[in-house]
């Protein structure tokens, strides 16, 4: 099970999540679990792998740039979320 060493709470997939995630990120977990899930190994993004862009329905954002959690952030060309 994976845990903050320094304080023993238990990481959850929404921990993994960056701030500010581009509201157009989707990812399977959603769908078919919850961001709230405890995470049981060492992963270091959430979900499990499958991420796509709202925006174009594919895993390749309006960019011509791969979907993840650590590229839909502010400073991307076609991010439309809240600024940093």
């Known amino acids: 099970m994976s845990t903050d060493k320094k304080t023993n709470v238990q990481k ?3 921990d993994l ?5 581009c ?9 078919t679990h919850s961001l709230a899930d405890v995470v049981h190994d060492d992963r270091e993004l959430p ?4 991420y796509w862009c709202t925006r ?3 895993p ?3 960019d011509d740039e791969l979907v993840s959690p ?3 952030c502010p400073g991307r060309a076609c991010y ?4 940093a």
């Open 70 to 72: 650590r590229t839909c």
């Open 80 to 83: 439309d979320g809240p600024s």
């Open 23 to 31: 509201p157009s990120l989707s990812m399977k977990h959603i769908l």
């Open 12 to 14: 959850t997939h929404r």
């Open 56 to 58: 174009t329905c594919t």
């Open 47 to 50: 979900g499990d792998g499958y």
């Open 17 to 21: 999540l960056p701030k500010y995630p």
């Open 60 to 62: 390749v954002g309006p």
